[in-house]
C-alpha cells in the first residue's frame, strides 16, 4: 500500500508565495516521475510540473518562470514552490507519483487534494 500526503496549501494575496509538499509512504522501493496537476472549478484537471527521475523538469506555459518543482529523493518527497501567485491559479493541486513496490510493481498514485485561494 502506497499513499501520497500533501500539504501546504492555504490562502495567499496576489504576489504571495505558497509551497506545496507531497510525501510518500508505504512499500516504496523506488520513485519514478512525480507530478503537480491542478483542477479549478468547472475546469478538467491540467498537468503544472513535472520532474523525472533524472531530475528532467516541465512546466506548463502558465506557471513556466512562477513555479518550481523539485524533490528529495531520500525522503520520497515533492515539492511545488509557488511565487508571484495570480488569482487565476485558485485550484486544488495534487501531487502525482510513479512508485515502484518493493515487489517492483511499477504503478500511479494521487495524493488528496490541497486546496489554493489566491485572493485579495
Known amino acids: 500500500q502506497v499513499q501520497l500526503v500533501e500539504s501546504g496549501g492555504g490562502l495567499v494575496q496576489p504576489g504571495g508565495s505558497l509551497r506545496l509538499s507531497c510525501t510518500a509512504s508505504?512499500?516504496?522501493?523506488?520513485?519514478?516521475?512525480m507530478a503537480w496537476y491542478r483542477q479549478a472549478p468547472g475546469k478538467e484537471r491540467e498537468l503544472v510540473a513535472r520532474i523525472s527521475s533524472g531530475e528532467i523538469t516541465n512546466y506548463s506555459d502558465s506557471v513556466k518562470g512562477r513555479f518550481t518543482i523539485s524533490r528529495d529523493i531520500a525522503k520520497s518527497a515533492g515539492y511545488l514552490q509557488m511565487n508571484s501567485l495570480k488569482p487565476e491559479d485558485t485550484a486544488v493541486y495534487y501531487c502525482?507519483?510513479?512508485?515502484?513496490?518493493?515487489?517492483?510493481?511499477?504503478?500511479?498514485?494521487w495524493g488528496q487534494g490541497a486546496q489554493v485561494t489566491v485572493s485579495s
Open positions: 502525482y507519483a510513479e512508485v515502484v513496490r518493493l515487489s517492483r510493481v511499477s504503478s500511479g498514485y
Open positions: 508505504g512499500s516504496i522501493l523506488s520513485m519514478n516521475t
